[in-house]
């Protein structure tokens, strides 16, 4: 037994120095392959890198998923689904040939997907692959990776200015992002008051503040902000500066003063696009607006989805990722030219607000542009508030519009008014009476709802309204009250009316227009099945019943429901909401599926669950 013992300690022994040295379990051992395959195998590998490096994605996870032991090995099966998964169909020879180098563990069933991987893929830390599963050549890279970019993080600790403008801009910048106050680090170190402090205390409280600067930043500072007392900063002086990102001080006594946006963009050695890059970036930029046109696609939204704390701006890798997800290819050289114009020289990001302003069809306005024309439009908005009339809104039409929602969805008002009227007195504040209309989604204004405030003033107190009243209005399209005491009565049934054009936006020949085109689509609804709005909903994150009109036409031309240009046109028209490029897309769904019955002789129509009354 101890021989057997000293046996197995040996080949122990052996086989973990196979495994120093090679960085493979010593039972591995990969099939020699002739000059043929090894070509045909070299040739596979390569058109699956390319294909990893223009998708942009990783095989890793593919694999991952059927490996649950984590093992490192996969199926035959499992690996050939995983290869049409991502698009690499091989033949059936070359398909043999990577099986046949793969296949190490001595069985002729159990393939090492991750030599495959090291051969195909990029390795990254993401993914959190523990080194035992890297050959030591891609442990060795890894580790040269880390030592590069540990020097470029040191070399960051160095850098050279050009002005005291150039500091200034970056700690505005960094302090901006994180809502940092300076003062509060440096005003516990100036006991007197007097606006100076020492210069070992000004460049700890920055440390404070994590405003982490290189020698040659701190002396710039130093020398600009000096106080006539030798070794003393001027802080005060300093902070003022670096504040003028939010503020500037003493502005109570200028208040015509035009407050300009603070400078927070740095140089430090910034060189412009080649003219080369320029023309490149240029027609990427007009290719990609013909590209959204093409697609009716509203990019936007794919760009937050990666800039969570909204500060419009992306990796690179980020972008192209998004470009990729969209169909949309940039070339090495394209790509290159596109970095050049819109990556931030400071943070090393893209741009991608700037980006979208040059290319998309929707201008959306930049961050600049809102700084710039904050007082004109706080001026703009004090004088139409000046100027500002009471328009004369028809009571009537008010509350047909109200009974006609309230029938289509089948509600009792006066339920959602007795939360906010504990003693049940028999009415609400105005503001919560609004907002509790406001809560039904149906598109009212200002005006509309002052009508109803005023019609239903409570004789109890003006500044209250009468629920009751309004909800007994109401609720005569079901019903009359005290019917008990007159049974012979009979009671005409509630027809809605004004569906197609309540607001009289729409000419009669436009209306026929919009009326064939609800048919139309009410029609396709009904044959396919479809829930039109959860696929509005899915993109209305603060569910407030808009959607821009790209986007209402992008899910309609997804789910394969064509419309021409006429037709979202006067879509468009009459289900406009309060923004100029939004559209409601609750009073279309409730107007689709009102129209939808046009086909039907049956007296009513059943969609998604809702149930309503033919014309």
């Known amino acids: 037994s101890s021989r057997r013992r000293h046996t197995r300690c040996r080949e122990v022994s052996w086989a973990r120095r196979c495994v120093q040295e090679t960085g493979l379990k010593a039972r591995r051992k990969k099939m020699e392959l002739d000059e043929a395959s090894k070509a045909k195998l070299t040739e596979a590998l390569e058109t699956a890198q390319k294909l990893v490096l223009t998708q942009r994605f990783h095989m890793k996870p593919f694999f991952q998923a059927f490996d649950v032991t984590k093992s490192g090995y996969v199926t035959k099966t499992q690996f050939t689904r995983v290869l049409s998964q991502v698009g690499l169909k091989p033949t059936e020879d070359t398909l043999n040939i990577i099986l046949k180098y793969y296949l190490n563990k001595g069985n002729v069933d159990e393939v090492n997907y991750v030599d495959f991987v090291n051969d195909v893929d990029i390795p990254e830390d993401v993914y959190l692959i523990k080194e035992k599963d890297f050959s030591l050549k891609t442990v060795q890279q890894l580790t040269k990776q880390k030592e590069e970019s540990k020097q470029a993080r040191t070399q960051i600790v ?136 093409r697609e009716n696609l509203d990019i936007k939204s794919f760009f937050q989805e990666w800039d969570r704390h909204r500060h419009f701006k992306v990796s690179p890798k980020q972008f192209r990722q998004v470009l990729a997800n969209c169909k949309f290819s940039l070339t090495n050289e394209e790509n290159d030219a596109v970095l050049a114009h819109y990556k931030e020289h400071a943070s090393g990001d893209i741009l991608y607000m700037v980006f979208l302003h040059d290319a998309s069809p929707i201008k959306y306005p930049l961050e600049s542009d809102k700084l710039q024309t904050s007082n004109a439009f706080a001026a703009a908005q004090a004088a139409r508030e000046e100027t500002k009339t009471e328009v004369t809104v028809s009571i009537d039409k008010v509350m047909t519009r109200i009974k006609n929602a309230m029938k289509q969805k089948q509600i009792r008002i006066e339920e959602f008014f007795i939360d906010y009227d504990p003693l049940r007195k ?21 005006n509309d709802l002052n009508a109803i405030v005023n019609n239903y003033k409570s004789g109890r107190d003006p500044e209250r309204v009468d629920y009751v009243a309004f909800a007994k209005e109401v609720n005569k399209i079901f019903t009359l009250k005290d019917l008990e005491y007159d049974p012979t009565k009979k009671i005409e049934a509630y027809g809605i009316t004004q569906v197609l054009d309540p607001e009289d936006v729409l000419n009669p020949e436009e209306e026929v227009k919009v009326d064939a085109c609800l048919k139309r689509l009410g029609d396709i609804v009904k044959k396919r099945k479809l829930h039109v709005k959860p696929m509005f909903q899915a993109k209305d994150l603060p569910k407030s019943g808009f959607v821009l009109d790209t986007r209402f036409r992008s899910i309609l031309d997804f789910h394969q429901v064509t419309l021409s240009e006429e037709e979202f046109t006067l879509l468009r028209k009459r289900f406009k909401a309060k923004s100029r490029n939004e559209i409601n897309y609750v009073d279309f769904d409730n107007c689709l599926l009102y129209t939808s019955d046009a086909a039907d002789d049956t007296p009513c129509v059943d969609l998604g669950g809702r149930r309503l009354l033919n014309k």
């Open 158 to 293: 160095s850098r050279e200015p050009d002005d005291i403008e150039d500091v200034l801009a970056l700690i505005r910048n960094k302090i901006k992002q994180e809502r940092i106050r300076l003062s509060e680090f440096l005003r516990d170190f100036d006991k007197l008051r007097s606006g100076a402090i020492t210069v070992s205390q000004f460049r700890i409280g920055l440390n404070m503040g994590k405003i982490n600067l290189s020698n040659a930043e701190f002396d710039h500072l130093c020398e600009h902000f000096a106080a006539p007392t030798a070794g003393k900063i001027l802080w005060k002086d300093f902070v003022d500066r670096i504040e003028e990102v939010f503020t500037q001080k003493n502005l109570e006594q200028k208040p015509t003063l035009d407050v300009k946006p603070a400078n927070v963009e740095t140089k430090y050695g910034k060189v412009n696009p080649t003219e080369l890059e320029s023309a490149i970036c240029s027609k990427v930029v007009a290719r990609f607006a013909e590209f959204l046109v």
């Open 426 to 446: 028999g009415d609400v504040a105005k503001d919560k009476f609004k907002g509790c209309l406001d809560n039904f989604k149906m598109d009212l204004n200002e």
